[in-house]
């Protein structure tokens, strides 16, 4: 299996600290999948706009039917949502 170097929410600094306590005061903990993308700060924050602009911004679906979705594709990928 692949390995992706992460760095952890007490190695962060600079933007990606910014960053981090943004998503522990938003969710309570920083997802895996978004320390996945830790090694490039600029593309985190660009993936995370684009998150928030798609599930938490009005759109053509309502939020509860955007929610479902998300848990459908993490359920059919073996995901935790």
């Known amino acids: 299996m692949p390995y992706i170097d992460q760095i952890n929410e007490s ?3 600079g933007e990606l600290a910014k960053i981090y306590d943004s998503c522990q005061q938003r969710a309570g903990s920083v997802a895996n999948i978004l320390k996945l993308q830790s090694q490039d700060p600029a593309i985190l924050r660009e993936s995370l706009r684009f998150y928030i602009r798609l599930m ?3 759109n053509s679906l309502h939020a509860a039917q955007r929610e479902m979705l998300a848990a459908v594709v993490s359920n059919v990928n073996d995901c935790y949502y």
């Open 56 to 58: 938490k911004s009005p």
């Open 11 to 13: 190695e962060a600094t």
